[in-house]
């Protein structure tokens, strides 16, 4: 009942986490490029021009993922809390008290998110060794960076991701599971 616990926790912060970044991604990507057009005097688009305007997209698309990851993963932490999956949920706690907290703002998440993130960390960083020594097993590739990327980056957070909620309430008193 756990285990379906937080599967149904992490699909629903998975989701919300995915959905967030990438639109925060896109929405500063064509900010940048549309930028860039209106600063190149806007040529009339035609092939070549589209081809350049989508190719500038992409380039600053892997660029501001980066830093929409951290946001979306400081903001998707508001909502795992309070939001009963199988007949549990994770409540946060009051600071120095047992009180739960039912109207949970960003300002309260702040020493959470800090445990939270270490804990990603250090998960992203365990898979990323693991994926590191199968990738030295079973492919040609002879270093991290010929294949690492943020796409294998946010797969790894959202793997992490699963895990870091298993040891949530353990790493951080402030965050119990609790059931409903």
């Known amino acids: 009942m756990m285990l379906r616990f937080y599967l149904l926790l992490w699909l629903g ?5 995915s959905i967030c970044s990438v639109v925060l991604a896109c929405g500063f990507s064509a900010l940048i490029t549309l930028f860039l057009y209106i600063n190149q005097g806007m040529p009339s688009l035609g092939t070549e021009v589209n ?7 992409k380039f600053w698309f892997v660029i501001s993922w ?21 007949n549990y949920e994770l409540k946060l706690l009051a600071c120095g008290s ?3 907290i039912e109207e949970i703002g ?6 959470v998110w800090r445990k939270w993130f270490m804990l990603l960390i250090w998960l992203v ?8 020594v199968i990738t030295h097993l079973f492919s040609s590739y002879t270093g991290l960076f010929e294949w690492f990327n943020i796409y294998w980056l946010f797969g ?12 949530l309430s353990v790493r951080c008193k402030k965050v119990k599971v609790v059931r409903c």
């Open 156 to 167: 790894f957070v959202l793997l992490s991701g699963y895990f870091s909620f298993m040891l």
């Open 13 to 17: 912060w998975a989701v919300r986490l």
């Open 51 to 57: 081809q350049a305007l989508f190719s500038l997209f």
């Open 125 to 132: 960083g365990s898979v990323m060794v693991f994926a590191l």
């Open 98 to 100: 047992l009180d739960v």
């Open 66 to 86: 980066s830093f929409t990851l951290l946001i979306a993963l400081f903001r998707s932490l508001k909502f795992v809390f309070n939001k009963p999956h199988a």
């Open 106 to 111: 960003y300002g309260d998440l702040i020493k």
